[in-house]
């Protein structure tokens, strides 16, 4: 009692000291000095990963110098914690970072250094960015065979990686390493490869950069048209992208200049120059003022050429001017970031000032607060003796009760295990009603096999031992089949054979029953059929339901055997004899195994009642419908309605 005491109290100031103590989380957090501050206050290192990797999506898109620094922050961090994975971000944004700076001496130090941390944690996708990140700087550089090289390498890393949909811009950019090094034939070649991976991955990035990359090989092999064709067809695929469609157009505009279609050129080189005109794209600008310079001066307009030539001069100046005026706001930013930080560092050492003279009082406070919670407790100790008691009672009044219940269920087992022993006896007596039967079916014909001979004529003596040896094989079959159908299902092996041969043959098998009593089979069909199941198995359902009817048949009578088309999707085949027929209640039971119904004492016949279980259990597993047409004295008729049939001909 004194233990479960001690660790209540414990539990209690914990969470008192939950609720006074502050808590800072950096999720609240959205302006730069509130992210910078989340980090600064991180009491995990996760927290602190999760703070950088914030602040440096921030920055990204806005500064590079912090995009600088706070990459450099992730990546200590994410190593000094063994989260290689982590410093993923940081690597790949201090590289770019570079680039955008043009310090691609940079650049190219820290993606090495990336390559080889990544190589060694056999992480293969952020290996593969950084090696494709040095390809392009080396072709950038003009430096092709470096360029070639590692972007080789970046595509065997993504081939091996999970992110395969990063080969089409491998491949892309394998394209322009050839294109640049006026490789044309593999250029071409890297490009269709690209433009398939962006198919096959359902990846669009670079879809319009191959078609460039192809159109720019053509022109320099002066297959112009080509080029063209190509160019505008990227033109209509970029139709939702007004800044991809400026830059075609300077194509397009460039490359009717040198195939000598000075008109066409103007006309895309002036769309450019008025659409990169509102849009203040002054990149643009620049290049269409310099095409319509060149193509007015080449028709000999001198004035418009002047005049876009001064234009072309202007916004060269512009853009000059704009550089610098960018570089003198990222230095005055730089100033303003680095006061805001230092203002922020002297914020926290405030904040963790103001801390611990809040856990000074909170200390005071729980001290006092202790000793009202041993008062409590000690309230609390005696209010669970009381109900400790009360449970003990509870749980002498549940025992009673699971006794009685206990009680119950053996009752119920006992009655379970008398329906259990009822059940095995009536299969123990199913079991000597079937032997009885199963023997009285074998008797005739073992008669038959022992009476041979009485028989002068060979071939009817061997007839007589094939057809009694074939219906003893159909009852060992048919127990053997109705059996296994309570374990499993019937497995058929279908083919398609003629339905008037099958019944035929099945007709002459019964001759040992027919013609001692003189009985004549007559088969009626409408037209000749073939019929898709399994033959063996359809054979036997037939020679039961025949079998059947010859026993119940009086002597010198007929059993027909019909088959006629009921519907387009259904035909009919039917046994029906002229015997003593069967009682309507009856036909309830008739399918049913070891079934054998009380017959007129003329007809001295018995049966194992597995016969036309089994034509139940065939049926169904065909998918066909079984049933009888009868009335007592009135003879009975056995149909089957079979499904997968052909007409052969009328």
Same mark, same amino acid.
Request: glycine share 2%.
């Given at each position: 009692?004194?233990?479960?005491?001690?660790?209540?109290?414990?539990? %209690?100031?914990?969470?008192?000291?939950?609720?006074?103590?502050?808590?800072?989380?950096?999720?609240?957090?959205?302006?730069?000095?509130?992210?910078?501050?989340?980090?600064?206050?991180?009491?995990?290192?996760?927290?602190?990963?999760?703070?950088?990797?914030?602040?440096?999506?921030?920055?990204?898109?806005?500064?590079?110098?912090?995009?600088?620094?706070?990459?450099?922050?992730?990546?200590?961090?994410?190593?000094?914690?063994?989260?290689?994975?982590?410093?993923?971000?940081?690597?790949?944004?201090?590289?770019?970072?570079?680039?955008?700076?043009?310090?691609?001496?940079?650049?190219?130090?820290?993606?090495?250094?990336?390559?080889?941390?990544?190589?060694?944690?056999?992480?293969?996708?952020?290996?593969?960015?950084?090696?494709?990140?040095?390809?392009?700087?080396?072709?950038?550089?003009?430096?092709?065979?470096?360029?070639?090289?590692?972007?080789?390498?970046?595509?065997?890393?993504?081939?091996?990686?999970?992110?395969?949909?990063?080969?089409?811009?491998?491949?892309?950019?394998?394209?322009?390493?050839?294109?640049?090094?006026?490789?044309?034939?593999?250029?071409?070649?890297?490009?269709?490869?690209?433009?398939?991976?962006?198919?096959?991955?359902?990846?669009?990035?670079?879809?319009?950069?191959?078609?460039?990359?192809?159109?720019?090989?053509?022109?320099?092999?002066?297959?112009?048209?080509?080029?063209?064709?190509?160019?505008?067809?990227?033109?209509?695929?970029?139709?939702?992208?007004?800044?991809?469609?400026?830059?075609?157009?300077?194509?397009?505009?460039?490359?009717?200049?040198?195939?000598?279609?000075?008109?066409?050129?103007?006309?895309?080189?002036?769309?450019?120059?008025?659409?990169?005109?509102?849009?203040?794209?002054?990149?643009?600008?620049?290049?269409?003022?310099?095409?319509?310079?060149?193509?007015?001066?080449?028709?000999?307009?001198?004035?418009?050429?002047?005049?876009?030539?001064?234009?072309?001069?202007?916004?060269?100046?512009?853009?000059?001017?704009?550089?610098?005026?960018?570089?003198?706001?990222?230095?005055?930013?730089?100033?303003?970031?680095?006061?805001?930080?230092?203002?922020?560092?002297?914020?926290?050492?405030?904040?963790?000032?103001?801390?611990?003279?809040?856990?000074?009082?909170?200390?005071?406070?729980?001290?006092?607060?202790?000793?009202?919670?041993?008062?409590?407790?000690?309230?609390?100790?005696?209010?669970?003796?009381?109900?400790?008691?009360?449970?003990?009672?509870?749980?002498?009044?549940?025992?009673?009760?699971?006794?009685?219940?206990?009680?119950?269920?053996?009752?119920?087992?006992?009655?379970?295990?008398?329906?259990?022993?009822?059940?095995?006896?009536?299969?123990?007596?199913?079991?000597?009603?079937?032997?009885?039967?199963?023997?009285?079916?074998?008797?005739?014909?073992?008669?038959?096999?022992?009476?041979?001979?009485?028989?002068?004529?060979?071939?009817?003596?061997? %007839?007589?031992?094939?057809?009694?040896?074939?219906?003893?094989?159909?009852?060992?079959?048919?127990?053997?089949?109705?059996?296994?159908?309570?374990?499993?299902?019937?497995?058929?092996?279908?083919?398609?054979?003629?339905?008037?041969?099958?019944?035929?043959?099945?007709?002459?098998?019964?001759?040992?029953?027919?013609?001692?009593?003189?009985?004549?089979?007559?088969?009626?069909?409408?037209?000749?059929?073939?019929?898709?199941?399994?033959?063996?198995?359809?054979?036997?359902?037939?020679?039961?339901?025949?079998?059947?009817?010859?026993?119940?048949?009086?002597?010198?009578?007929?059993?027909?055997?019909?088959?006629?088309?009921?519907?387009?999707?259904?035909?009919?085949?039917?046994?029906?004899?002229?015997?003593?027929?069967?009682?309507?209640?009856?036909?309830?039971?008739?399918?049913?195994?070891?079934?054998?119904?009380?017959?007129?004492?003329?007809?001295?016949?018995?049966?194992?009642?597995?016969?036309?279980?089994?034509?139940?259990?065939?049926?169904?597993?065909?998918?066909?419908?079984?049933?009888?047409?009868?009335?007592?004295?009135?003879?009975?008729?056995?149909?089957?309605?079979?499904?997968?049939?052909?007409?052969?001909?009328?």
């Amino acid at each position: 009692m004194k233990t479960n005491l001690i660790v209540l109290f414990a539990v %209690v100031l914990l969470f008192l000291s939950g609720i006074l103590v502050p808590k800072h989380s950096y999720a609240q957090y959205k302006t730069p000095q509130d992210l910078l501050l989340s980090y600064q206050t991180a009491k995990t290192d996760s927290a602190e990963l999760e703070s950088l990797r914030q602040i440096l999506n921030y920055w990204r898109a806005y500064k590079t110098d912090s995009t600088i620094i706070y990459s450099r922050l992730l990546i200590d961090k994410a190593l000094s914690c063994d989260e290689i994975s982590k410093a993923y971000k940081g690597y790949y944004w201090l590289t770019n970072s570079f680039i955008e700076a043009g310090q691609i001496d940079s650049a190219l130090v820290y993606a090495f250094e990336g390559l080889e941390i990544f190589s060694e944690a056999e992480l293969l996708y952020p290996k593969t960015v950084m090696l494709l990140l040095i390809g392009e700087q080396f072709r950038a550089m003009q430096q092709f065979d470096d360029a070639e090289k590692y972007l080789f390498q970046a595509w065997e890393a993504a081939m091996k990686s999970d992110r395969k949909e990063v080969t089409a811009g491998i491949a892309n950019r394998i394209a322009a390493v050839y294109h640049e090094s006026k490789n044309h034939e593999k250029a071409l070649l890297w490009a269709d490869s690209s433009l398939k991976l962006e198919e096959l991955y359902d990846n669009y990035t670079y879809h319009i950069k191959n078609l460039a990359i192809k159109a720019a090989v053509y022109r320099d092999q002066k297959l112009y048209q080509k080029a063209l064709d190509i160019l505008h067809l990227a033109l209509k695929a970029a139709k939702n992208n007004e800044v991809l469609e400026i830059e075609l157009m300077n194509n397009l505009a460039s490359t009717y200049y040198q195939f000598g279609k000075t008109d066409r050129a103007i006309e895309f080189a002036e769309l450019s120059y008025v659409k990169s005109a509102q849009m203040e794209l002054d990149a643009y600008s620049v290049v269409s003022s310099e095409i319509l310079a060149r193509t007015y001066s080449k028709q000999g307009d001198f004035e418009k050429a002047f005049d876009f030539m001064s234009e072309y001069e202007q916004i060269r100046h512009r853009i000059f001017y704009r550089e610098r005026d960018a570089q003198i706001a990222e230095l005055n930013t730089r100033y303003e970031t680095q006061k805001k930080e230092t203002e922020i560092e002297q914020q926290k050492l405030r904040l963790v000032e103001n801390e611990w003279a809040m856990k000074r009082k909170n200390i005071i406070l729980i001290s006092v607060l202790a000793l009202f919670l041993l008062l409590v407790l000690f309230s609390i100790h005696l209010f669970i003796a009381r109900r400790k008691i009360k449970s003990a009672h509870n749980e002498l009044l549940a025992k009673n009760t699971e006794i009685e219940r206990q009680k119950q269920e053996i009752e119920s087992k006992a009655t379970e295990i008398q329906k259990a022993y009822n059940k095995l006896k009536e299969l123990d007596i199913q079991k000597h009603s079937f032997i009885h039967m199963l023997v009285h079916d074998l008797k005739n014909p073992l008669n038959l096999l022992v009476n041979l001979d009485l028989f002068d004529d060979e071939q009817e003596r061997s %007839v007589l031992v094939k057809n009694s040896a074939n219906q003893m094989l159909t009852m060992v079959m048919n127990m053997l089949d109705v059996s296994s159908s309570e374990e499993k299902e019937m497995k058929l092996h279908k083919e398609k054979f003629a339905l008037n041969e099958i019944l035929k043959k099945t007709i002459d098998a019964q001759d040992f029953l027919r013609i001692p009593k003189k009985i004549k089979i007559d088969l009626q069909t409408d037209s000749a059929y073939s019929v898709f199941a399994d033959k063996n198995i359809f054979h036997r359902m037939m020679v039961n339901l025949l079998s059947n009817a010859l026993k119940f048949s009086y002597s010198s009578d007929i059993v027909e055997v019909l088959v006629r088309k009921k519907n387009e999707s259904i035909l009919y085949v039917s046994v029906k004899d002229n015997g003593p027929g069967i009682k309507k209640e009856d036909h309830k039971h008739l399918f049913k195994k070891f079934s054998q119904l009380d017959q007129p004492k003329e007809s001295h016949m018995g049966s194992t009642g597995l016969g036309l279980a089994f034509c139940k259990i065939a049926a169904e597993a065909h998918g066909w419908t079984i049933g009888v047409c009868s009335e007592e004295r009135k003879g009975a008729e056995f149909w089957i309605e079979l499904s997968d049939f052909e007409l052969v001909n009328s």
